[in-house]
C-alpha cells in the first residue's frame, strides 16, 4: 500500500486571537500506528481537520497519500476517519447511515453490511442511531471508518466513551489493521492509552510537534539508568554497592536509588555480598513520564493543583 | 457527481420526516385551494381567474416544500453530520450540487401531485361557487393554454422555491433563523406592497420573489400582473441562482 | 430493630418561583444571538415604519379628466396634502359638510318644520373624477338628512343638535356627531310628510317628532354645556357619499321641501339666510353639486350635498390611524421575535441541555412557566421599545409627507401601544409552546409565520366574507390591536379590512390569540410532564 501515507506540513491555523496550528509538522508511515498526542488545546483536532479538508489551514498543506484530501475521487476509499462520533442524524438508523456513505463512494450494501458485522453491531443496527450510547456509537464511527477498506486510518480520541472490553477490542483491532501495512493515526489526550498499540508517537502541544520519534527511542531517551533497590540492610548494600562503583542515595530507611551500575550487576554484588533485598528496579520510564515531561508548560488548560480551595 | 447524488437521495429517503413533509406540502396545498374553491361564492360577473383560484393552495404549500429544503442542509450543520457528509464528499460544489438536484426532483414530484390536486379541487368546485360557463367562466381545464402555462409554471414555482431555501439554508446554516429569512424573503413583501404608494409598490412587486414568480399563475387580466408570466418566473428563478451561487461559495469558504 | 433511613437534610428552601425565573433570564441573556435577534426585532420594526410611513405621499385630484382621456382616468389638478378635515367637540374626525338656512336665536325657543319631499341624484362618475351635477341618475341615499339644527356656530365641526328625516333610516335626533337615536320610521313623502321640532331651554335641547303637527314625541334631549345665549337654527339638508357592492364610493345629493316652519319664543334675527358648509376642494367630504337654498313663500326648498357625522374614512382620508402605521413593522418585528422564541426552547432539546434544566428543576410545567414568563416579559419590552418610538415616527413622517392621521386620544394610543406588546408578547408565548410541543426549530417557526403573515396574503385574494373570517377565527384576529378608526352606526360605509377596520374590537382580537396560545401551553405542558427528556 504504496499510498498509505499521511504527511503534514508547516499548517498554521488562527482562530481569532487564537494561533490554533503553528506550524504543525509530521509523518504518518504505512504499517505503523502512529500515536498523536497532546493536552486540550494542543491543535491535535484541527490538524485532523485540516487533513479531512474540513478546515482550511491558513499555510501550509495536507496530504493523503500524495494527494490533497479535496481532491480524493473516493475518499471513503483512500481515508477511514472517525473524527465524531456524533456526527450523525439521530432520526437515521445506523445502517442506512452507513448506507448513504457507501452510495457516496460507489459501494454497495453488502460492503455496509460487512462493516456493521466487523463492529457488533448486527443486533441493532436497524435501530435509529439517535439512540444509542456512546459506546455504540463510536462502533458505528468505525465501521464507517472501515467501510471504504482504506489504506489510511485516522481517529480523533477513539476510546472515548468504550467500556474496558471495548478498548481491548479497539486496540485489536488498530494493531491488525497496522499488521495489514495500513498507516494509522490515533490521536489522544491520554498517554497511556497509545503505550502498547503505537508504534510511533507525535506528540503536540500549542500548535506544534514537540516529539516525533518511534515510542522505543522516546522511552529510552527518557530513562535515566537509575536502579532502585529495596533492602532491609541498607548501609551495608550501600558500601558494597559503593565499592563496585555505584553512586548511592538514600530514599527512604528500606531503599536505596543507585546509579552507574546496571540492574543484573548490583544483583550479582548483593550476592555475592550475601545482602537481603526484596526489589531490584531499573527506573524505566513510562510513556506517561515522557509526555509530562514534553508538554509540562504546553497544557492550554490547567487545572488548580488538587487541595487546593477556589477562592 | 452520481455517487454523491445517490447518496443525497439515500440520505433523504431514509429519514421519516421527507415523506411526512412531502406529503404535508402536497395535502395542505390540494386542502387549501379545495377550502379556497369551496368557500367561493362568486355574485357578480367580476373578473376572476378561476385558475388561479384554484392554485391558491401553493401560498401555503410553498411553506412545506421550503421547510423540507431548509432541513436538508441545516440538519446537517445542527446534528454535526456535515462532517461525515464533507468527509465523504469533499468537493462541496459537487455536494451542493447534489443536494440540489435531489431537492428539486422531490419538489418536482411534490408539485405535480399538488397542482394535479388543485386544478382538480377548482374543477369539481368551481363551478358550484359561480365560475361555471353559464357565468361566462370556462372549466379549469389544462387544454387550454394558459391554464397549462399556469399549471406547468406552478410546478416550476415550487421547485425554483425549494431550492431558494436550500440556498439561504446554505448560507445561514441554522434551521430557525433560515425559516424564518426564506419566509420572511416570501411573504414580506407583498405585505409591503399593500402599505406602500404605487412606483415602489409595482417595482416592489416586480421584483419580490413570491409575487414576481407567482404571476406565472394568471391566465386572466395578464395586465393586472406586475410582469409577464414567464418573466416572472425568471425573477424568482434569478433569486434562486444568487441564493445557491451564495451558498455555494460560502460553502466553499468555510470551514465545516 | 427498624432502621429509619437517614433523612435528605433540606438545604435553605429555593423551591420558588423566582429562582427558576433568574435561571431562564440567565440563560436568555447569555446567548448572544438571541439578544442581538431582540435588536434586529426592535430596529427592523422601526425602521419598516419608517419605510412604509416615508414613502406614503398622499394628494388628491379633482377636476374633469383630461381632455381626451377615457372617463376612467384620473382627474386633473392634483394637489398634494390632504384637504382639510374638521375636529369635533370631542377631538375626532368628523364631516360636517350640509346646506343651512338660518338665523340667529337668542334665549329659549321652540322651532317647528314639516318636511314634505325629500329626494337625491347619485353621481355616476368614477370615483377619481370630480363629481358633477351633469353625470347622475335618480337615487336617495339611506342617510341622507333633512331637518332642524341648532348649533353656536356654522364653523365646522362645531357642537350641534339636530332633528331630521332621513332617507330610508326614519327620523333620527342626533347630536355631536356621534350620539344617534331613533324616532318614526319610514320614509317621507307628500302623502306622509314628517313633522319635527327641537325646543332650547337653558343647555338642554330636545326633538320631537309628529305625524300631523298635532300629537308630539319626544326622541331625544341632551345638554350642550356652554351654549351661547345666540345661536344659529335653521333648516339643514345633506346627504352622505353611497357605497353600492365596491369600496369606492359615489357622492349623492338630497332635495328637501320644508314648510310650516315657525320659531316661538327667543328672540329670532330677521331674516333667514342660506349657507353651504364645507364645500369645495378645500373639504376632504366629497360632495355633489355646490348645495342651494330657494324660498317661495312659506315653502323652502333646500339641495344639500355631504355628512354631519363621525369623520368615516370615506374613501378620501386614507386608513391610517396611529396603529396601522405600526402593521408592517410589527409583522416584520414579529418574524424575528417568532424565530427567537423557537429557538429559546428548541437549543435545549438539540443540545440536550434540556437534561440538565429537567435535572436542576424536576417540576418541568414550572420550567415551561419560567420560560414563557421570561419570553413574554422580553417580548413585550421589546414590542413595547419598539413601538414607543415607531408610532411618533410613524405619525411625524405620514403628517410631515401630507397624509391625513386619524386623530387618536392618548388613552388609544396607550391602548395601541400597550396592545401591540402585548401581542408580540402573546406570540412569543405561543411560539415557545409550539416549540416544545414540536421540540423541532422548524415546525414552530413555519408554523408561526404562516399563521401571521398567510392571513394578510390569501386574505387579499379571497372573495367577500372568508377574509373576515380569517381575522376572526385564526391567530392573526390579535392584529385587531391596530385597529384605531372610527366606527359609526349612522354612518354606511364598507367596514372591511381593505378599508382598515377588523372585524373584531381591539380586545376581543388579542383574546383570540391569548386562547391559542394558552391551549398551545396547556398541550406542551402536558406533554413536557409526560414524556420523556
Given at each position: 500500500m504504496s499510498n498509505a501515507t499521511i504527511e503534514v506540513d508547516g499548517l498554521h491555523k488562527r482562530f481569532g486571537p487564537t494561533q490554533?496550528?503553528?506550524?504543525m509538522t509530521f509523518t504518518v508511515m504505512p504499517g505503523r500506528v502512529t500515536g498523536f498526542v497532546g493536552p486540550n488545546g494542543a491543535g491535535k483536532s484541527t490538524t485532523i481537520r485540516v487533513i479531512l479538508g474540513l478546515d482550511a489551514a491558513d499555510q501550509g498543506r495536507a496530504l493523503v497519500g500524495g494527494q490533497?484530501?479535496?481532491?480524493?475521487?473516493?475518499?471513503l476509499r483512500h481515508v477511514g476517519a472517525?473524527?465524531?462520533?456524533?456526527?450523525?442524524?439521530?432520526?437515521?438508523s445506523a445502517r442506512n447511515h452507513l448506507l448513504w456513505m457507501a452510495r457516496s463512494q460507489g459501494m454497495g450494501a453488502n460492503r455496509v453490511d460487512a462493516v456493521i458485522e466487523l463492529v457488533g453491531l448486527d443486533s441493532v443496527?436497524?435501530?435509529?442511531?439517535?439512540?444509542?450510547?456512546l459506546g455504540m456509537r463510536q462502533r458505528l464511527g468505525i465501521a464507517a471508518t472501515m467501510l471504504g477498506d482504506p489504506p489510511v486510518i485516522i481517529m480523533d480520541?477513539?476510546?472515548?466513551?468504550?467500556d474496558p472490553e471495548g478498548i481491548i477490542w479497539m486496540r485489536q483491532l488498530l494493531r491488525r489493521l497496522a499488521g495489514e501495512g495500513r498507516a494509522i493515526l490515533v490521536s489522544s489526550h491520554l498517554m497511556s492509552e497509545l503505550q502498547d498499540i503505537a508504534d510511533q508517537v507525535v506528540v503536540v502541544g500549542r500548535g506544534k510537534v514537540l516529539a516525533d520519534a518511534a515510542i522505543e527511542d522516546l522511552i529510552t531517551r527518557a530513562s535515566s539508568d537509575d536502579v532502585l533497590l529495596r533492602t532491609p540492610t541498607p548501609a551495608e548494600a550501600a558500601g558494597a554497592l559503593q565499592r563496585a562503583g555505584a553512586a548511592v542515595t538514600v530514599i527512604d530507611a528500606n531503599a536505596l536509588s543507585l546509579s552507574g551500575l546496571e540492574a543484573h550487576r548490583v544483583v550479582e554484588v548483593l550476592g555475592r555480598a550475601q545482602i537481603p533485598f526484596s526489589e531490584v528496579t531499573a527506573q524505566r520510564a513510562t510513556l506517561e513520564d515522557v509526555y509530562l515531561q514534553l508538554t509540562s508548560g504546553e497544557a492550554e488548560f490547567r487545572g488548580r493543583p488538587a487541595g487546593e480551595a477556589p477562592r | 457527481m452520481s455517487d454523491a447524488l445517490r447518496a443525497e437521495w439515500t440520505k433523504l429517503r431514509t429519514v421519516a420526516s421527507t415523506g411526512w413533509l412531502l406529503t404535508g406540502a402536497v395535502v395542505l396545498t390540494v386542502g387549501v385551494s379545495a377550502a379556497v374553491a369551496a368557500a367561493t361564492h362568486v355574485?357578480?360577473?367580476?373578473?376572476?381567474?378561476s385558475t388561479k383560484l384554484s392554485l391558491t393552495g401553493i401560498y401555503l404549500g410553498q411553506t412545506v416544500l421550503a421547510v423540507l429544503a431548509v432541513l436538508t442542509i441545516t440538519e446537517e450543520y445542527g446534528t454535526g453530520m456535515i462532517r461525515s457528509t464533507l468527509t465523504a464528499i469533499p468537493r462541496r460544489i459537487v455536494l451542493l450540487a447534489a443536494k440540489a438536484a435531489t431537492m428539486a426532483g422531490l419538489a418536482l414530484v411534490a408539485g405535480v401531485l399538488a397542482v394535479a390536486g388543485c386544478l382538480l379541487a377548482g374543477r369539481l368546485w368551481l363551478p358550484a361557487a359561480g365560475l361555471n360557463p353559464a357565468h361566462g367562466y370556462a372549466l379549469?381545464?389544462?387544454?387550454q393554454g394558459p391554464t397549462l402555462r399556469a399549471a406547468l409554471g406552478s410546478v416550476f414555482y415550487l421547485v425554483l422555491i425549494a431550492l431558494l431555501g436550500l440556498g439561504v439554508a446554505t448560507t445561514i446554516r441554522d434551521t430557525a433563523i433560515s425559516i424564518g429569512a426564506v419566509l420572511g424573503l416570501l411573504y414580506l413583501p407583498p405585505i409591503l406592497a399593500q402599505a406602500v404608494a404605487d412606483p415602489m409598490r409595482h417595482h416592489l412587486l416586480q421584483v419580490a420573489p413570491m409575487t414576481a414568480g407567482l404571476a406565472?399563475?394568471?391566465?386572466?387580466?395578464?395586465?393586472?400582473?406586475?410582469?409577464?408570466p414567464w418573466a416572472g418566473l425568471g425573477v424568482l428563478a434569478a433569486w434562486t441562482v444568487a441564493s445557491l451561487v451564495l451558498g455555494g461559495v460560502l460553502l466553499r469558504l468555510r470551514d465545516a | 430493630m427498624t432502621v429509619t433511613p437517614p433523612r435528605l437534610t433540606k438545604g435553605p428552601?429555593?423551591?420558588?418561583f423566582t429562582p427558576l425565573l433568574r435561571s431562564e433570564w440567565t440563560k436568555f441573556r447569555t446567548v448572544r444571538g438571541w439578544v442581538i435577534g431582540l435588536l434586529v426585532a426592535a430596529v427592523l420594526c422601526v425602521a419598516f415604519t419608517f419605510l412604509t410611513t416615508n414613502d406614503t405621499h398622499e394628494g388628491t385630484c379633482t377636476g374633469?379628466?383630461?381632455?381626451?382621456?377615457?372617463?376612467n382616468s384620473p382627474g386633473t389638478g392634483c394637489t398634494t396634502g390632504h384637504p382639510f378635515v374638521p375636529t369635533g367637540p370631542g377631538g375626532e374626525a368628523v364631516a360636517d359638510s350640509y346646506q343651512f338656512v338660518a338665523q340667529p336665536l337668542t334665549g329659549d325657543a321652540t322651532i317647528t318644520a314639516r318636511v314634505t319631499s325629500l329626494t337625491g341624484l347619485t353621481s355616476?362618475?368614477?370615483?377619481n373624477v370630480a363629481p358633477s351635477l351633469a353625470n347622475t341618475r335618480p337615487g336617495l341615499a339611506a342617510w341622507a338628512k333633512a331637518g332642524i339644527l341648532v348649533t353656536p356656530?356654522?364653523?365646522?365641526g362645531s357642537t350641534y343638535a339636530a332633528v331630521m328625516a332621513t332617507g330610508t333610516e326614519g327620523v333620527r335626533w342626533q347630536y355631536d356627531y356621534n350620539d344617534d337615536r331613533a324616532g318614526l320610521p319610514g320614509s317621507v313623502s307628500a302623502a306622509s310628510p314628517r313633522w319635527l321640532r327641537l325646543t332650547r331651554t337653558g343647555d338642554t335641547l330636545t326633538g320631537y317628532d309628529s305625524t300631523d303637527g298635532a300629537k308630539w314625541t319626544e326622541i331625544g334631549t341632551t345638554q350642550l354645556t356652554g351654549l351661547p345665549a345666540t345661536v344659529s337654527v335653521g333648516l339643514f339638508v345633506t346627504s352622505p357619499v353611497t357605497f353600492q357592492d365596491s369600496n369606492s364610493g359615489t357622492p349623492t345629493q338630497a332635495t328637501a321641501t320644508f314648510d310650516q316652519v315657525s320659531i316661538d319664543g327667543g328672540?329670532?334675527?330677521r331674516a333667514w339666510r342660506g349657507q353651504a358648509i364645507g364645500?369645495?376642494?378645500?373639504?376632504?367630504y366629497p360632495t355633489l353639486g355646490t348645495g342651494s337654498y330657494q324660498r317661495s313663500g312659506a315653502t323652502f326648498t333646500l339641495s344639500g350635498s355631504g355628512d354631519i357625522a363621525s369623520?368615516?374614512?370615506?374613501?378620501?382620508?386614507?386608513?391610517?390611524?396611529a396603529g396601522s402605521i405600526l402593521l408592517f413593522g410589527l409583522i416584520v418585528g414579529l418574524l424575528v421575535m417568532v424565530v427567537v422564541a423557537a429557538l429559546f426552547i428548541t437549543a435545549e432539546y438539540r443540545r440536550g441541555l434540556i437534561r440538565t434544566t429537567f435535572t436542576a428543576t424536576p417540576n418541568r410545567g414550572r420550567v415551561l412557566a419560567a420560560k414563557a414568563v421570561v419570553i413574554a416579559a422580553v417580548a413585550f419590552l421589546t414590542g413595547g421599545v419598539s413601538v414607543l418610538i415607531a408610532v411618533p415616527l410613524g405619525e411625524h413622517l405620514l403628517n410631515h409627507n401630507g397624509s391625513y392621521v386619524f386623530p387618536a386620544s392618548p388613552v388609544t394610543v396607550v391602548r395601541i401601544m400597550v396592545g401591540s406588546a402585548a401581542l408580540v408578547a402573546i406570540t412569543a408565548v405561543a411560539v415557545l409552546a409550539l416549540g416544545s410541543i414540536l421540540r423541532k426549530s422548524a415546525g414552530a417557526v413555519a408554523a408561526g409565520i404562516a399563521v401571521f403573515v398567510l392571513p394578510y396574503i390569501i386574505g387579499s385574494t379571497l372573495t367577500g366574507s372568508a377574509e373576515q373570517w380569517l381575522f376572526r377565527l385564526t391567530?392573526?384576529?390579535?392584529?385587531?390591536?391596530l385597529g384605531a378608526l372610527p366606527r359609526a352606526a349612522q354612518v354606511s360605509y364598507p367596514y372591511t379590512l381593505a378599508n382598515?377596520?377588523?372585524?373584531?374590537s381591539p380586545w376581543a382580537g388579542l383574546a383570540v390569540l391569548g386562547a391559542y396560545a394558552a391551549v398551545a401551553l396547556g398541550v406542551a405542558t402536558f406533554l413536557v410532564r409526560r414524556r420523556d427528556a
Open positions: 490554533a496550528l503553528d506550524g490533497p484530501y479535496p481532491q480524493l475521487r473516493h475518499p472517525l473524527v465524531d462520533a456524533a456526527a450523525l442524524q439521530p432520526s437515521r443496527a436497524r435501530r435509529k442511531a439517535g439512540g444509542y450510547s480520541e477513539p476510546f472515548n466513551g468504550m | 355574485t357578480s360577473g367580476q373578473g376572476q381567474d379549469v381545464s389544462i387544454s406565472i399563475q394568471a391566465t386572466t387580466d395578464l395586465g393586472s400582473q406586475p410582469l409577464a | 428552601r429555593h423551591d420558588g374633469p379628466p383630461p381632455t381626451g382621456a377615457g372617463p355616476t362618475r368614477p370615483a356656530s356654522t364653523r365646522q328672540v329670532a334675527g364645500y369645495g376642494s378645500q373639504s376632504f369623520g368615516v374614512g370615506a374613501g378620501l382620508l386614507g386608513t391610517d390611524t391567530p392573526a384576529a390579535g392584529f385587531a390591536v382598515g377596520y377588523y372585524p373584531l
